[in-house]
């Protein structure tokens, strides 16, 4: 297993612009989690998915953010109409339904000029 | 919600030295608190959890203490190492959340060989 992998690694974009990151969890973890992260902060929790039903989202997930696990195993985050407050890095982990561990992938890096 | 706060927000030790960081928190029924470590340009790692019954743990030079009346608990890193130069999270998951954690603004650590 080679644990949460996330793509692309880095993405810089222009302001209005749409971008989309995806999350491959590790095989068989059921939950998969999003973050993001600002720099000098703790990761922020996004939203999060069992299988494919997305269960929980936090108020910074704006309209213009959407996620999605259509199959229960991958996920996607779009961003639209990029704005330069959405730079950041992106996390996405996963973890066994019931279980408490959350293992991060590297994380997207989001820059919006 | 939850506020987790984490001090010091940098701190330095000569190898071989002990480092402690602390966390408080404000929900009392809270029930799950790991840290993680963050080397640069990669995602948070988990480095050891503790649940809300037990009041320690440890893992090798690594352990946390709980101290649930007080709603705060802490990492004690032993013996340190240079590779040990990171940032530290701590995290709290909220009740009634299986996906929401919520993380502290971190430290970093340096060890000075």
């Known amino acids: 297993d080679t644990g949460v992998s996330q793509n692309p690694r880095h993405k810089i974009t222009k302001r209005g612009q749409n971008v989309t990151f995806r999350c491959d969890p590790i095989?068989?973890?059921?939950?998969l989690y999003w973050y993001r992260q600002t720099l000098g902060q703790g990761p922020e929790f996004l939203t999060y998915?069992?299988?494919?039903?997305?269960?929980?989202k936090s108020r910074l997930l704006s309209d213009r953010f959407s996620a999605e696990r259509p199959k229960g195993s991958f996920s996607t985050l779009e961003i639209q109409r990029t704005e330069q407050g959405d730079s950041a890095m992106y996390l996405c982990?996963?973890?066994?339904?019931?279980?408490?561990?959350?293992?991060f992938g590297a994380g997207t890096r989001l820059s919006v000029l | 919600g939850e506020n987790v706060e984490q001090h010091p927000s940098t701190l330095s030790v000569q190898e071989g030295d002990s480092a402690v960081i602390k966390c408080t928190y404000s929900?009392?029924?809270?029930?799950?608190f790991p840290w993680y470590k963050q080397e640069l340009g990669k995602g948070p790692q988990l480095i050891i959890d503790i649940r809300s019954n037990v009041g320690e743990k440890k893992d090798q030079r690594i352990a946390v203490t709980l101290n649930k009346t007080a709603k705060h608990f802490s990492l004690h890193i032993t013996e340190t190492q240079p590779e040990d130069s990171a940032v530290y999270f701590c995290a709290v998951r909220t009740p009634g959340s299986q996906g929401n954690l919520i993380f502290g603004k971190g430290t970093k650590l340096s060890v000075k060989p």
């Open positions: 998915f069992q299988n494919e039903a997305q269960l929980e």
């Open positions: 095989s068989e973890h059921n939950r």
């Open positions: 929900d009392s029924a809270s029930n799950y």
């Open positions: 982990a996963s973890s066994f339904q019931g279980g408490n561990i959350q293992y």
